[in-house]
Nanobody, 124 residues
Framework: QVQLVESGGGLVQAGGSLRLSCAAS????????MGWFRQAPEKEREFVAV????????DYADSVKGRSTISRDNAKNTVYLQMSSLKPEDTAVYYC?????????????????WGQGTQVTVSS
């Protein structure tokens, strides 16, 4: 069993930056592919970024590419999402997710574990 706890969300002005963190429990973190998703009010959960278990491969949604960086520290059982040049449309609850295997999935279905989410609000 893996438990995920996100942190780092908050209120930021457009153009600002935030770093989200996701701390994982359990001994299997270093073997898990980790993803970030977000969900805005009345919208479906959407893919943001994903990183392979060893950090060798990453993938980003077009909406955040060039503005965001996903990284991980397997010694700390933590994955990060650094976001910059934030826009009001980035406002959402951001979720951390984990899946077994190496595929960099962009859909929520393959992910086995989810955090509770952290709110990011970008004001104009």
């Amino acid at each position: 069993q893996v438990q995920l706890v996100e942190s780092g969300g908050g209120l930021v002005q457009a153009g600002g930056s935030l770093r989200l963190s996701c701390a994982a429990s359990g001994r299997t973190f270093s073997s898990l592919t980790m993803g970030w998703f977000r969900q805005a009010p009345e919208k479906e959960r959407e893919f943001v970024a994903v990183i392979r278990w060893d950090g060798a491969n990453t993938d980003y949604a077009d909406s955040v590419k060039g503005r965001s960086t996903i990284s991980r520290d397997n010694a700390k059982n933590t994955v990060y999402l650094q976001m910059s040049s934030l826009k009001p449309e980035d406002t959402a609850v951001y979720y951390c997710a984990a899946r077994r295997g190496t595929a960099l999935s962009r859909t929520p279905g393959p992910y086995d574990y989810w955090g509770q989410g952290t709110q990011v609000t970008v004001s104009s």
